[in-house]
């Protein structure tokens, strides 16, 4: 069981390492190559002079430095958004039951299973709170908050498991939204970009 668990996070954590890997190879490569191919661009940015030299030395720095770092911020990104990810796909299960387990707590629902039964601690109370303040879930866990003492409990145990359920379906595409970024999107901006800038250093200066 322990070996099983090392091989998951192991392999969670090497695709989380390729993720970074790859953004960032590919955009030291294209704007590097790219920026070696203009260098006798910008030696007729700096001979035309003035603020000719102050767009070759942007250029260089945005080609050789900025870009590429935009690559690895982004790779570093999707790496943290694919490993939460991955992770709670794997405890999918253990996140659920505690959702429900808190969401009892706060609407006083006696437990009807044993896999949530115990009453939730405070701990996991915060860990709770965290998730659904920073995970932009509030607007869901409302309606178990506003669930009222006199509701039947069968009605707001139908509350609670509707909630759980659609907080557990979001989790891995707010996470998506908020984390990953698409390789071929970033990719193809890069090479438009790129394509636009070409057209203009054969016009200017």
Do not use: C
Not at 14 to 21: K, L, M, P, T, V
Not at 52 to 57: G, K, M, R
Not at 67 to 96: C, D, E, R, V
């Amino acid at each position: 069981m322990v070996s099983d668990e090392i091989k998951d996070y192991s392999k969670i954590i090497g695709i989380s390492i390729f993720s970074i890997i790859k953004f960032g190879a590919v955009g030291l490569a294209i704007n590097w190559l790219y920026g070696l191919f203009k260098i006798s661009w910008y030696v007729t940015l700096f001979n035309t002079g003035g603020w000719w030299i102050a767009i070759a030395l942007l250029a260089i720095v945005i080609l050789f430095a900025g870009i590429p770092a935009l690559y690895m911020f982004m790779g570093y990104q999707t790496a943290i958004g694919k490993a939460i990810s991955n992770t709670f796909n794997k405890n999918k299960i253990t996140i659920s039951n505690l959702l429900t387990k808190v969401a009892r707590k706060i609407a006083r629902v006696k437990a009807f299973d044993g896999a949530a039964g115990a009453a939730a601690t405070a701990k996991e109370y915060r860990l709770v709170n965290f998730i659904i303040k920073h995970m932009g879930f509030k607007k869901e866990w409302d309606k178990i908050t506003s669930l009222k003492p006199e509701t039947p409990q069968e009605e707001k145990e139908a509350v609670i498991q509707d909630v759980v359920s659609s907080i557990v379906i979001a989790f891995p595409k707010k996470i998506a939204e908020g984390f990953t970024f698409n390789f071929r999107t970033v990719l193809l901006v890069n090479i438009i970009g790129l394509l636009v800038l070409e057209v203009l250093s054969r016009i200017y200066p």
